[in-house]
T-cell receptor
Framework: GAVVSQHPSWVICKSGTSVKIECRSL??????MFWYRQFPKQSLMLMAT?????????EQGVEKDKFLINHASLTLSTLTVTSAHPEDSSFYIC????????????FGPGTRLTVL | AQSVAQPEDQVNVAEGNPLTVKCTYS??????LFWYVQYPNRGLQFLLK??????LVKGSYGFEAEFNKSQTSFHLKKPSALVSDSALYFC????????????FGKGTMLLVSP
């Protein structure tokens, strides 16, 4: 089956620093990847849709300058949390869409971000 | 707009008993329906999906779900619960056209007691 990886699996950073999270599709090419945010015991909130070679589409209320998304290749999308603050602490999950068929999504294992 | 409702925040069941986790949906069009499970500090693991065909869908780890179009429901079931089934379960829906995005329910915590 399709495998999606994320790196790092957890990160702790100081307030004001930037953190980059990578999402990779390991055995397929993904023209579209998605970034979700999840607060404890809550559902996944779609932050943005990342399309290879073009600008990401952000959901309403998500700050584009805060959460920078780059989908530079067919197997890699990155999410950079700029000038992180404690309220950015969360669990970030990416998914990648398998092209063709019914365009199924496969999810990465998630990244736990803690901002001190 | 599409939406998913999981009416129960938590479901408690004793090991060996049958379990049901409820899900209803709303879409304008024909739905694709999914169930995912999440263990603490982990991503989502796919359990099963309904695309078309037989309304009863069998998935991983002995789980199954029944698509009921008239009731717009897709309840998750298992005949005999295991303690290891304790986790957070998400129902999700998208319409079956183009590149529609998934919409998730708020999740239901399943607790299976020994």
């Amino acid at each position: 089956g399709a495998v999606v990886s994320q790196h790092p699996s957890w990160v702790i950073c100081k307030s004001g620093t930037s953190v980059k999270i990578e999402c990779r599709s390991l055995d397929f090419q993904a023209t579209t990847m998605f970034w979700y945010r999840q607060f404890p015991k809550q559902s996944l909130m779609l932050m943005a849709t990342s399309n290879e070679g073009s600008k990401a589409t952000y959901e309403q209320g998500v700050e584009k300058d805060k959460f920078l998304i780059n989908h530079a290749s067919l197997t890699l999308s990155t999410l950079t949390v700029t000038s992180a603050h404690p309220e950015d602490s969360s669990f970030y999950i990416c998914s990648a869409r398998v092209p063709g068929g019914f365009n199924e999504q496969f999810f990465g294992p998630g990244t736990r971000l803690t901002v001190l | 707009a599409q939406s998913v409702a999981q009416p129960e925040d938590q479901v408690n069941v004793a090991e060996g008993n049958p379990l049901t986790v409820k899900c209803t949906y709303s879409v304008s069009g024909n739905p694709y329906l999914f169930w995912y499970v999440q263990y603490p500090n982990r991503g989502l693991q796919f359990l099963l999906k309904y695309i078309t065909g037989d309304n009863l869908v069998k998935g991983s780890y002995g789980f199954e779900a029944e698509f009921n179009k008239s009731q717009t429901s897709f309840h998750l079931k298992k005949p005999s619960a295991l303690v290891s089934d304790s986790a957070l379960y998400f129902c999700a829906v998208r319409i079956n056209s183009g590149y529609s995005t998934l919409t998730f329910g708020k999740g239901t915590m399943l607790l299976v007691s020994p």
